[in-house]
């Protein structure tokens, strides 16, 4: 507890004054960094029915020779919060998963959700004169407005008809809300790979939401200083320079955010990954996911958390699209509490048939759980984990079968 309190403090101190911190980036921008393993990228920008422009980037071609004409698949990639783009490669090539499946033949389409680094522009929004409406929206906006804007575009620019989906954290929140709000997109998806499967927060066991729960009232403090915007790219020196000073510190900083020690045992990637770390949420997103912690539901926002009901839940039963759910049993953010005490109660049971029952038990269309085979295996470690060679080949292998199925 003396750790965790430590490290907030000392976070909340260095963001006020990280302007004073000399502290560069060591691995740039994505697309120098694909360069410089001599992968193709390409820009594209995307806009949203709300005004939104959006920055997805692609990988057209992998460093393995695909035949010429050959009709490449599409895979498109979103990241969870506070994340960006460059995340899904930045464990380089043979361990990221957008740089295996480049290789592999496929083409990799990475999106970046409305507010992050990559994504702050719109058309008549300003992100710093208009800050408190340019930020007033949450995953259920992601997931009506900017991945159906992202999911349509790679079709139309592909010509295909469907395309493969990864979802990581928010990713998965938000592709639920799609589904469910707008089901006509559940046809345009091949197979959706759910990666560490977000949705309520209800009962998890993460420090920083079980804090909020119980003392909501900060976010309305929060709000009141209208800190509209959170933890945007200009803060990454702060967090550098943490651990840079401290490893003991910077260890409990990556636990608080959901990385085992485990799984990240490497310090100079720990000062990798936080040169594009964090990448900037709204206020409003951290709000909705505490509303659900609260209330234990998975519905729309409300600025008033005792009046969310049941009732008021996003329709699951909508959410039609192929789906493979993949989890680690040490995951912060998703329930696994009640998951294993069930396990220790039902003989017999599988953990496919608990998780189904307790974290998708509404959705009609999953195809396979898997569960990553290694203990400890947190919510970060999907993405930033040493270990992620498993995990990658499964959804690898389940991403061939869907396609050579379908085309």
């Known amino acids: 507890m003396y750790k965790v309190a430590f490290s907030i403090g000392l976070v909340a101190l260095s963001v006020i004054w990280w302007k004073s911190i000399d502290v560069h980036p060591t691995i740039g921008n994505i697309s120098d960094f694909l360069k410089s393993y001599e992968y193709?990228?390409?820009?594209?920008?995307?806009?949203?029915e709300d005004g939104y422009i959006l920055t997805m980037h692609r990988i057209p071609e992998g460093r393995n020779e695909v035949p010429k004409n050959t009709k490449k698949p599409a895979v498109f990639l979103m990241h969870g919060l506070l994340l960006s783009s460059i995340d899904w490669v930045i464990k380089g090539p043979e361990k990221a998963v957008g740089l295996i499946l480049a290789d592999a033949g496929y083409d990799v389409w990475i999106g970046n959700y409305r507010g992050n680094t990559c994504s702050r522009k719109h058309l008549n929004l300003d992100p710093i004169r208009?800050?408190?409406?340019?930020?007033?929206?949450?995953?259920?906006?992601?997931?009506?407005?900017d991945i159906p804007a992202m999911v349509d575009y790679v079709l139309e620019h592909t010509g295909q008809a469907k395309l493969s989906y990864i979802g990581f954290s928010q990713g998965v929140t938000s592709f639920l809300v799609m589904g469910a709000l707008r089901p006509e997109y559940n046809e345009k998806i091949?197979?959706?790979?759910?990666?560490?499967?977000?949705?309520?927060m209800h009962a998890t066991s993460s420090f920083i939401f079980n804090t909020?729960?119980?003392?909501?009232?900060?976010?309305?403090?929060?709000?009141?200083?209208?800190?509209?915007?959170?933890?945007?790219?200009?803060?990454?020196?702060?967090f550098r320079f943490i651990c840079r000073s401290s490893s003991f510190i910077c260890?409990?900083?990556?636990?608080?955010?959901?990385?085992?020690?485990?799984?990240?045992?490497?310090?100079?990637?720990?000062?990798?990954?936080?040169?594009?770390?964090?990448?900037g949420m709204s206020l409003k997103q951290l709000s909705h996911y505490?509303?659900?912690s609260i209330s234990g539901i998975f519905a729309p926002y409300n600025r008033n958390f005792s009046n969310v009901k049941k009732s008021d839940s996003y329709d699951l039963a909508k959410v039609t699209a192929p789906m493979i759910f993949y989890y680690g049993e040490e995951d912060?953010?998703?329930?696994?509490?009640?998951?294993?005490?069930?396990?220790?109660?039902?003989?017999?049971?599988?953990c496919l048939q608990v998780l189904l029952n307790e974290v998708i038990k509404d959705i009609p269309?999953?195809?396979?759980?898997?569960?990553?085979?290694?203990?400890?295996?947190?919510?970060?470690?999907?993405?930033?984990?040493?270990?992620?060679?498993?995990?990658n080949e499964e959804t690898l292998k389940n991403i061939n079968y869907f396609n050579e199925n379908f085309y």
């Open 40 to 48: 193709i990228v390409e820009t594209h920008q995307v806009q949203t």
């Open 130 to 145: 208009d800050k408190e409406a340019f930020y007033n929206s949450s995953y259920h906006e992601i997931g009506i407005y």
């Open 190 to 200: 091949l197979i959706m790979n759910a990666w560490a499967p977000v949705t309520n």
């Open 212 to 238: 909020l729960r119980k003392f909501p009232y900060v976010l309305k403090v929060i709000e009141l200083l209208k800190w509209y915007e959170m933890f945007d790219i200009t803060t990454a020196p702060a």
């Open 251 to 279: 260890d409990g900083l990556f636990g608080l955010l959901g990385s085992s020690d485990e799984q990240m045992p490497d310090k100079n990637f720990q000062l990798a990954a936080l040169s594009n770390f964090p990448s």
């Open 290 to 292: 505490v509303q659900g």
């Open 332 to 350: 912060n953010l998703v329930n696994h509490v009640r998951l294993l005490e069930y396990l220790r109660d039902l003989n017999g049971v599988t």
């Open 365 to 391: 269309n999953v195809k396979k759980i898997y569960r990553v085979p290694y203990r400890g295996f947190n919510h970060l470690d999907f993405l930033w984990g040493k270990d992620v060679q498993l995990l």
